[in-house]
């Protein structure tokens, strides 16, 4: 089955502890992107990548990391959390990039406290 | 700077009766316009996208938009809405350069008996 998976699903972590969340899709899209949804402000892109070892800043890369050593997995590092890092993340992928049909995966809540 | 609006942040709506969700686009954006549905608990899916052509659009469960390139607007309808309705929808559009993708707030829909 085609599909984006992400882990954990659900985390609770407190200020300052580095955590990584996972994504990885079976479809070998080129395109991978991560987004975080809070209330009212819909999804906002935090990092893209067009291919392996190609990233890019999306609108709010401050305080995230990503690396995309293989096509893939992409995951999401947050090296210091932060209590407004608390959020819902989505990790998406495309075959062609942003014009192209996205691909979501369930979705990881994360609360920092 | 790309930016996405959609006017209405909630849209109640009895059962049977026709919806509008209304979104408006910067015009330094590209025209490749989505329209994405989320439901309870769930990732986002394709609901349909505008890439060229007819600038009626035809989706998924009975879902349609119309892209007006002088208002700058890609508003989605359906003309008899159900309770498996109820969801949240997100309009999205890539940048005209580049490979961001930048979503509006998105639209809650509660479909009512």
């Known amino acids: 089955e085609a599909q984006v998976t992400q882990n954990p699903r659900y985390l609770i972590t407190v200020t300052g502890k580095k955590l990584t969340v996972t994504c990885s899709q079976n479809m070998n899209h080129e395109y991978m992107s991560w987004y975080r949804q809070d209330p009212g402000l819909g999804l906002r892109q935090i990092y893209y990548?067009?291919?392996?070892?190609?990233?890019d800043k999306g609108d709010v890369p401050e305080g995230y990391k990503v690396s995309r050593k293989e096509k893939r997995n992409f995951p999401l590092i947050l090296e210091s959390p932060s209590p407004n890092q608390t959020s819902l993340y989505f990790c998406?992928?495309?075959?062609?990039?942003?014009?192209?049909?996205?691909?979501f995966g369930p979705g990881t809540r994360l609360t920092v406290l | 700077a790309q930016s996405v609006t959609q006017l209405d942040s909630q849209v109640p709506v009895f059962e049977e009766a026709p919806v509008e969700l209304r979104c408006n686009y910067s015009s330094s954006v590209s025209v490749y316009l989505f329209w994405y549905v989320q439901y309870p608990n769930q990732g986002l899916q394709l609901l349909l996208k505008y890439l060229s052509g007819s600038t009626l659009v035809k989706g998924i469960n009975g879902f349609e938009a119309e892209f007006n390139k002088s208002q700058t607007s890609f508003h989605l309808r359906k003309p008899s809405v159900h309770i498996s309705d109820t969801a949240e929808y997100f309009c999205a559009v890539p940048e005209a350069a580049g490979n961001k993708l930048t979503f509006g707030g998105g639209t809650r829909v509660l479909v009512k008996p």
């Open positions: 990548s067009m291919n392996v070892e190609v990233t």
């Open positions: 998406a992928s495309s075959w062609a990039g942003s014009t192209d049909t996205q691909y």
